[in-house]
């Protein structure tokens, strides 16, 4: 896969980049990362890239002109017909199901903005969806598009070591990871679960889905859907849930 990202900071980019799962797969060629500063675009003696909003108010807004060029720049390496996305607090909601999508193209350019915005203009004739990764206030897109690229790069064939299988992947999706525990088999006073060190790997998958199920029913009850369970949850969160009733009595 090919992504190039428009940004006014190219090496924000580019150094996060030689970094664990995601420098190994630009290593490995799975992923091609290019990037393209609009401020070379920029025409006048001061390579100006922003200016002050239309109608008033605070902060500056990125211009079209050499944003646009800087678009057309990158889009040149790209496959054609690679969509085009912005990085913008406006966007749609990055999950999952959408990184799965997007990790199936050949190629994606990625904007990211600065300052207060983008010039609606630009986005509406240079760019194809924009895109927000939560609900929170960040100072540019430059994280944003890191973080779909990190997610991205997971996903290519390769990516990982094989011992990560995508069962594992799908699984994961739909309800939180179970607790991990390694070496020593005690610290702070506490043992790990006797369980994980008995050999009894059907005795150990049911504990790992039991705790993934309880804890996403604790934590995050969103993620199991209006559904209501089916048998298997049902009786996954009710031992769980007894367990955890014994734990709090100090049994
Ligand atoms: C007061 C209005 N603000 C919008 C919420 C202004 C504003 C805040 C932050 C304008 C731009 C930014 C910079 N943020 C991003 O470019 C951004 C972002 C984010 O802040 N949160 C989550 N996802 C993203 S993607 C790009």
Do not use: N
């Amino acid at each position: 896969m090919q992504i190039e990202v428009v940004t006014l900071f190219p090496a924000l980019i580019t150094q996060a980049l030689e970094y664990g799962v995601l420098g190994r797969a630009v290593e490995r060629g799975l992923l091609r990362v290019g990037t393209e500063d609009p401020r070379a675009h920029a025409t006048d003696a001061h390579r100006t890239v922003d200016d002050r909003p239309y109608g008033g108010g605070p902060g500056m807004v990125l211009k079209p002109e050499p944003l646009c060029a800087a678009i057309a720049a990158a889009s040149a390496r790209l496959p054609a017909g690679a969509p085009r996305l912005a990085l913008c607090p406006q966007g749609e909601l990055l999950t999952q199901s959408r990184v799965r999508e997007l990790a199936q193209l050949p190629g994606l350019l990625l904007v990211a903005g600065r300052y207060e915005g983008i010039d609606e203009r630009a986005l509406e004739v240079a760019v194809d969806r924009t895109l927000s990764i939560g609900d929170y206030v960040l100072s540019g897109g430059e994280l944003p598009a890191l973080v779909l690229i990190d997610a991205l790069a997971r996903l290519q064939a390769g990516a990982l070591g094989c011992e990560r299988s995508s069962v594992d992947e799908s699984f994961s999706a739909g309800w939180l990871d179970w607790p991990h525990y390694t070496r020593p088999e005690v610290f702070a006073g506490r043992r790990v679960p006797s369980v994980l060190i008995s050999g009894d790997h059907a005795a150990i998958g049911r504990w790992r889905a039991r705790q993934a199920l309880g804890r996403t029913w604790l934590r995050r009850p969103e993620l199991l859907g209006r559904a209501p369970l089916d048998a298997r949850g049902r009786g996954l969160l009710q031992e769980f849930l007894l367990e955890r009733a014994d734990a709090h009595e100090g049994k």
